[in-house]
């Protein structure tokens, strides 16, 4: 069992920056690559990144690369996500999920923990 708590998200300007925050709990955190998601009023869960369990490989949607990073500290069991240059399109409660050895990255179902996710929003 793993317990995910997301948090930094809030109210900025577009142009603004934040940093996410997934604290893990439970099974050693350093044994699961991790995925960012999010998902808009409306619309379905979208993939926003993943990073490998050692942090040495990470991968993101067209939609934010070039202004979002996501990072790792094994040692605080911390994922991180920060996100800069942000858009009004950017507005989504953000989650992070432990990614299972198998299954695409794409797929809701190849995650098996997920955090109960945090506000980002975007005023134009």
């Known amino acids: 069992q793993v317990q995910l708590v997301e948090s930094g998200g809030g109210l900025v300007q577009a142009g603004g920056s934040l940093r996410l925050s997934c604290a893990a709990s439970g099974r050693t955190f350093s044994n699961y690559a991790m995925g960012w998601f999010r998902q808009a009023p409306g619309k379905e869960h979208e993939l926003v990144g993943t990073i490998s369990e050692s942090g040495v490989n990470t991968y993101y949607a067209d939609s934010v690369k070039g202004r979002f990073t996501i990072s790792r500290d094994n040692a605080k069991n911390t994922v991180y996500l920060q996100m800069n240059s942000l858009k009004p399109e950017d507005t989504a409660v953000y989650y992070c999920?432990?990614?299972?050895?198998?299954?695409?990255?794409?797929?809701?179902?190849?995650?098996?923990?997920w955090g109960q996710g945090t506000q980002v929003t975007v005023s134009s």
């Open positions: 999920a432990t990614k299972r050895a198998y299954g695409s990255i794409y797929l809701r179902g190849s995650y098996d923990y």
